[in-house]
């Protein structure tokens, strides 16, 4: 089992916490259903009824990327039992659902920001990226696509912009004619997992096929009418590189909101982290206070006007979704208390009849 896991990221030292039931990964999820690799091959499954009623919070549930214990039905279905603790997650804020994580991939080593250098390049949206990957505690590596869209002065002013604000992160150039991916194969290597994270259009698909060697992901044009990508990957997948390595593609993302970020913050901002522990005023805003250390450099020009306002959004989000969740824990401790006073007034009332 350890030898055959082992060519899909299972690492030398696992325990299996559940040993009654036979280890898999999860290859794809998509709703209620999975498919799931394993010792003896691959699998769809299904959550059992135990595990299924037993998870409160849907983070919880398998993802793709999840070690987890099954049960064999047959030859080609299975049960999933069990959903291992997991070494990372990469997680967003869910989409309209009051202040809960949703979980994109488990059990991660590497993401891969991809961004395109058309209309697709944006230093805002990969400051968010940054930011809630760092968050997850997950290695960011930022590739910038489509290079031959652009002339090779842009090229380089824009990576020299990526780098400014990539706080250590890795960039690398990619063009679509690039027949070869051995700069980005130095990150991935035999038996770890990356993630990719971009929006619609950002070439993502046609990395995936390029790593893989073979055309396993379609890809589309972007739109003339809107200049938008058009979603080709419609679900998340677990594939094996070339190398050895592991790669899970995502679809386009129109939203990625913040979870608990403040390390995120604080690592992709250094810069004004640095600038704010030098004011006056401890509890300084930045705002209107004397001797305001980011006013100053906002004012002579080392701080950029873009990146403060981007600080600024971000971090609002952050508290504004740490609120909502301390907001959700307390109505959910209400919601307790109202249910557990039926179950009482019930056996009360059975208990007199």
Same mark, same amino acid.
């Given at each position: ?9 299972? &690492?030398?030292?696992?325990?299996? &916490? ?7 990964? +999860?290859?794809?999820?998509? @709703? ?11 699998? @769809? ?16 549930? &398998? ?22 603790? *997991? ?7 869910? +989409? ?30 990969? !400051? ?5 990957? $760092?968050?997850?505690?997950?290695? &960011? ?16 002013? $824009? ?10 992160? *890795? ?7 690039? !027949? ?46 809107? /200049? ?16 050895? /390595? ?19 913050? !604080? ?12 004011? @006056? ?11 305001? /250390? +980011? ?8 701080? !950029?006007? *873009? ?20 907001? $959700? $824990? ?24």
């Amino acid at each position: 089992m350890i030898n055959h896991l082992t060519a899909w990221g299972l &690492p030398t030292n696992y325990q299996n &916490p559940t040993p009654e039931f036979q280890l898999a990964r +999860v290859l794809k999820a998509h @709703k209620s259903n999975y498919e799931v690799v394993a010792e003896s091959g691959i699998f @769809k499954a299904t959550l059992s009824g135990k595990l299924l009623h037993s998870t409160e919070d849907p983070s919880d549930n &398998p993802q793709v990327g999840d070690w987890v214990g099954i049960m064999i039905f047959d030859e080609q279905t299975a049960f999933i039992m069990a959903c291992h603790p *997991r070494s990372s997650a990469l997680q967003r804020a869910s +989409v309209g659902a009051f202040a809960q994580a949703q979980v994109l991939a488990a059990n991660i080593d590497v993401v891969l920001i991809v961004q395109g250098m058309d209309h697709n390049y944006n230093l805002n949206r990969l !400051e968010r990226y940054l930011v809630q990957v $760092r968050a997850c505690a997950i290695e &960011p590596l930022i590739i910038l696509t489509k290079a031959d869209l652009c002339s090779a002065e842009e090229c380089t002013e $824009r990576k020299e912009a990526v780098r400014g604000i990539a706080n250590g992160a *890795r960039v690398i150039l990619h063009s679509m004619f690039q !027949e070869d991916s051995e700069e980005i194969n130095q990150y991935l290597s035999q038996g770890k997992t990356a993630v990719l994270v971009g929006s619609s259009g950002a070439g993502k698909s046609t990395l995936v096929n390029l790593l893989m060697g073979t055309t396993h992901m379609a890809t589309a044009s972007i739109s003339a009418s809107n /200049a938008k990508g058009r979603h080709t990957t419609s679900h998340r997948e677990l594939v094996q590189l070339q190398n050895g /390595a592991l790669l899970i593609d995502t679809p386009g993302t129109r939203e990625f909101g913040l979870t608990d970020s403040p390390e995120g913050i !604080e690592m992709t901002f250094e810069e004004i982290s640095q600038l704010s522990g030098s004011c @006056k005023f401890r509890g300084c805003t930045h705002e209107h206070e004397p001797g305001c /250390a +980011v006013q100053d450099a906002l004012e002579d020009g080392r701080l !950029e006007a *873009r990146r403060w306002h981007s600080y600024q959004k971000l971090h609002r989000e952050q508290d504004h979704y740490g609120m909502d969740k301390v907001q $959700r $824990r307390k109505k959910d401790k209400a919601l307790g208390k109202v249910y557990r006073s039926a179950q009482n007034d019930s056996r009360r009332r059975k208990g007199r009849s």
